[in-house]
């Protein structure tokens, strides 16, 4: 079974600074793929970026970026020049590639970002 | 672009009711998944569906049914209702291949029961 631990309940950051949120996880999978949600207060959840295991390139998606490190099994999101809109729960989510049916998503906890204008 | 649609997006059930909320995934997605997110908590993944056969299944209750349709749209039937089946209801629907293995989430149904 995977597991994803976020350990930062929370953080807060001032509008147009970088913050980096982290995540971890556990798994004894070689192919999977590892992604970023978030959760505003209208509880929609927006894919933020997704990574592939077997890619070292980091992804990227305009302010957003992941530093993934396979072998110490961290997958952490940097927000550069943070905005007012990225206040927002944000999950990290595990999903083992399958050869058959897609897998489902093993969420962390997630954690709680605020924006400071 | 399309997205995943859900209704009804907001349900009021009294106890030992029984409900049924409806999902219709993104045009040319075969895949179907629903999760459950009670208050504070993360997602937790009730059941999923490929090409309309049940492919996975979580930490859903007996009470609960689900099933995939010819069109591809699905429902979750939740049956004996109980305080604790109050949270938001996701579906999220994925197609297999490439790129296209990433779950884009609908708004969701929130249930409250009282």
């Keep these: 079974a995977q597991t994803v631990t976020q350990s930062q309940p929370e953080m807060s950051v ?13 798994t004894s999978e070689n192919n999977y793929y590892l992604f970023w949600y978030k959760q505003p207060p209208s509880r929609q959840m927006i894919l933020v970026i997704r990574q592939e295991a077997y890619k070292q390139q980091n992804a990227t998606e305009n302010r957003f ?36 049916a897609n897998s489902k998503l093993t969420f962390g906890k997630g954690i709680t970002l605020s924006v400071r204008p | 672009a ?36 009670g208050p504070g908590q993360d997602p937790q993944f009730l059941i999923s569906f490929y090409e ?3 492919s ?20 979750l039937n939740m049956s004996s209702l109980e305080l604790g089946d109050s949270a938001l209801y996701f579906c999220a629907s994925s197609s297999r291949g490439g790129n296209q293995e990433t779950q884009y989430f609908g708004p969701g149904t929130r249930l409250l029961v009282l």
């Design chain 1, 14 to 26: 001032q509008e147009a600074e970088t913050v980096t949120l982290s995540c971890t996880y556990d």
């Design chain 1, 65 to 100: 970026s992941v530093n993934f490190q396979k072998a110490a099994k961290s997958f952490s999101l940097k927000i550069s020049d943070s905005q007012l809109g990225d206040t927002a729960m944000y999950f990290c989510a595990f999903m083992k590639r399958s050869t058959g």
């Design chain 2, 2 to 37: 399309a997205g995943v649609i859900q209704s009804p997006r907001h349900l009021i059930k009294e106890k030992r009711e029984t409900a049924t909320l409806k999902c219709y995934p993104i045009p040319r997605h075969d895949t179907v998944y629903w999760y459950q997110q």
């Design chain 2, 52 to 54: 309309k056969m049940q």
């Design chain 2, 56 to 75: 996975d299944k979580g930490s859903i209750p007996d009470r609960f049914s689900a099933q995939q349709f010819s069109d591809y749209h699905s429902e």
